[in-house]
């Protein structure tokens, strides 16, 4: 196994698969793998299932895959600053666990 990679897609090659559960470190939004975060947006994987500490803003960190409904469920403590969650658990999109 390679131990340095070019990018964070090249690091994630052959890893992603639809309905994969993902866990995001970081607090809040320090510390968040956002070039990992990108990649996955960018492969395209859907029907995520994301635990994490909260769900990233409207366009950033987990934000991201939110606003790409890439997301089935989501396992967190915090969502009051992202927007587009409230909207698709409101809605009956997104799943939600409470930790």
């Given amino acids: 196994m390679q131990k340095i990679y070019g990018s964070a897609a090249e690091a994630l090659d052959g890893l992603l698969f639809d309905g994969m559960t993902i866990a995001a470190g970081g607090f ?3 510390g968040i793998p956002e070039l990992l ?7 395209g994987v859907k029907n995520l299932t994301v635990a994490s500490n909260n769900a990233g803003v409207d366009g950033f960190g987990l934000g991201q895959l939110l606003d790409t409904r890439q997301v089935q469920e989501m396992i967190s403590s915090y969502f009051g600053e992202n927007a587009e969650f409230m909207r698709q658990y409101l809605s009956g999109e997104l799943e939600l666990e409470f930790n």
């Fill in 28 to 30: 809040g939004l320090c």
């Fill in 37 to 43: 975060i990108a990649a996955i947006r960018d492969a």
